[in-house]
């Protein structure tokens, strides 16, 4: 039953008790080689995933804190500090799964745990193709008024925005927080998703998850960008901005795009297999087992790519990381200003208040203010 077991636990989102498959695996005469080295490789990702996403939304908590501590957030770096937190929350159900990988998808943390984990696990997956997609309205939004100069009323309104989010992700989880569940298979005990109406109720759930995490969000994210590329382009003096862009919204689109295609297409084909729109095969069978648990752990990576993507990216953010770990490395008041190296330390009073103060004046004007979307 690996092969079963395999098939129905690659993913937290293509869980189902339908013990038919031993019958149709068995007709298939497929072998289990294999499965092993996958498993172990899904654990090594999930394990490098988990730190570094860990690592990378704790850096986010720490330059979102300091500026919301100093100013009034805006719009853009609410939505950043909300995706920090889910791809958080996302990136720490990761040891129960690689746990669960590693012990061939037998679920050891009880029926509680199962519920908590796996509702947690899907909450946060919607929450953040959802953050992610107000990102993307807000970014258009904010520039187009710059550009226009004129007042930005919606900005007011980002938290109701925020809960309005929030509220969407649970309700799109609601059917997994009701149907999960751990039951025996085969004589395993396994975390997973046992909706009564059998194959038509999990595909109708994946047909959700395909549509509301994957192709609206993606088909609302290219309108705003394309609008935003071509709101830019208009203005001759935006050029430089223009391309700057450009080159930020092409990673940012192609990122999600890449991350979650495989995982979501092939979610799509187990829709089809349990409408009957297609034949299970050997092919459908070796995609399932190996490819899929792949592309778990490629949409998984987004979590990691988000904190990169929506800070790193953004000039503010760079000079600030850049500010905090130089105030690591700066040697402490009283060695007269020189470093390891005998060379003089750049001092960090007068002239860096004088950038900021010019910086500060510069973003008055509605078109620099573009340079801190």
């Known amino acids: 039953m690996t092969e ?6 690659t993913s937290p989102w293509n869980w189902s008790a339908e013990e038919n498959w031993s019958r149709v695996l068995d007709d298939l005469d497929v072998p289990p080689e294999g499965s092993v080295s996958v498993r172990i490789l899904v654990c090594a990702v999930y394990a490098l995933v988990c730190v570094t996403g860990l690592a990378g939304n704790l850096l986010v908590f720490v330059l979102m804190t300091t500026r919301m501590s100093r100013r009034k957030p805006s719009s853009v770096n609410l939505l950043v500090f909300n995706l920090a937190v889910t791809d958080f929350q996302f990136v720490l ?11 061939d998808f037998s679920w050891p943390f009880g029926d509680a745990m199962c519920k908590i984990v796996l509702s947690v696990t899907v909450v946060n997956m919607y929450a953040s193709v959802f953050f992610l997609t107000a990102m993307g309205v807000t ?19 980002v938290r109701w925005v925020v809960a309005a989010l ?22 395993e005990r396994l975390c997973l998703l046992s909706f009564p109406a059998g194959p038509l109720w999990l595909a109708l759930h994946h047909l959700q998850k395909v549509l509301v995490a994957f192709l609206i969000p993606m088909l609302v994210l290219t309108v705003c960008y394309l609008l935003l590329l071509r709101s830019l382009r208009l203005r001759s003096r935006q050029r430089r901005r223009s391309s700057t862009v450009t080159r930020s919204v092409t990673i940012v689109v192609l990122s999600f795009f890449i991350c979650w295609m495989p995982n979501q297409a092939i979610t799509f084909w187990g829709v089809l297999e349990k409408l009957h729109l ?17 592309s ?9 790519l988000n904190p990169l993507l929506y800070c790193l990216l953004r000039p503010d953010f760079r000079e600030k ?20 190296g005998g060379r003089a330390a750049v001092p960090l009073n007068n002239e860096n208040s004088q950038l900021s103060g010019s910086t500060a004046r510069s973003h ?4 620099q203010r573009l340079s801190r979307l």
């Open 4 to 9: 079963l077991r395999s098939l129905n636990a």
């Open 93 to 103: 159900t990761l040891p129960f799964w690689a746990a669960e990988t590693a012990l």
């Open 139 to 157: 970014r258009y939004l904010a520039v187009t008024s710059a550009l226009q100069r004129g007042p930005r009323r919606w900005g007011c309104a």
């Open 166 to 187: 929030w509220v969407c992700a649970l309700l799109a989880a609601l059917p997994t927080v009701i149907f999960s569940a751990v039951r025996s298979v085969s004589g």
């Open 278 to 294: 297609v034949r299970l095969d050997k092919t459908y069978y070796f995609v399932h087992t190996y490819v899929h648990p792949l």
């Open 296 to 304: 778990v752990c490629l949409a998984y990576t987004n979590s990691c």
């Open 321 to 340: 990381i850049r500010e905090l770990f130089w105030r690591r490395l700066s040697p402490p008041p009283g060695t007269g200003g020189a470093d390891l």
């Open 364 to 367: 008055a004007d509605a078109p």
